[in-house]
């Protein structure tokens, strides 16, 4: 059974950082993109970041510059570290694993159970 964990989530003051850590199991971690996600009130959920299984990052725009994700194979962890926190990052930030060492899809992904990131001005 493929368990995400995510954690790290919390109010920040804009300006702030968080860094949120997702724990996997019951998958072949070291062979699968990895990737964060997130929703707004209202909004689609849009990709943040994404990590290949060998270590190639992609960020969204909006991101680049003050977020970093990580990824620890012998902990089957992924990271994102996010500095520069503006109150439009507040959203539910999702884990995700993709089926895939390179890439991921919001239809076949799997899921963590997200965890709240709230930016106050």
């Known amino acids: 059974q493929v368990q995400l964990v995510e954690s790290g989530g919390g109010l920040v003051q804009a300006g702030g950082s968080l860094r949120l850590s997702c724990a996997a199991s019951?998958?072949?971690?070291?062979?699968?993109?990895m990737g964060w996600y997130r929703q707004a009130p209202e909004n689609q959920r849009e990709l943040v970041a994404l990590?290949?299984?060998?270590?190639?990052?992609i960020y969204a725009d909006p991101v680049k510059g003050r977020f970093t994700i990580s990824r620890d194979n012998a902990k089957f962890t992924v990271y994102l570290q996010m500095n520069s926190l503006k109150p439009e990052d507040t959203a539910v930030y999702y884990c995700?694993?993709?089926?895939?060492?390179?890439?991921?899809?919001?239809?076949?992904?799997?899921w963590g159970q997200g965890t709240q990131v709230t930016v106050s001005s």
């Open positions: 995700a694993a993709g089926r895939s060492p390179y890439s991921l899809s919001m239809s076949s992904n799997y």
């Open positions: 019951g998958i072949v971690f070291s062979g699968r993109a």
């Open positions: 990590i290949s299984s060998g270590g190639t990052t």
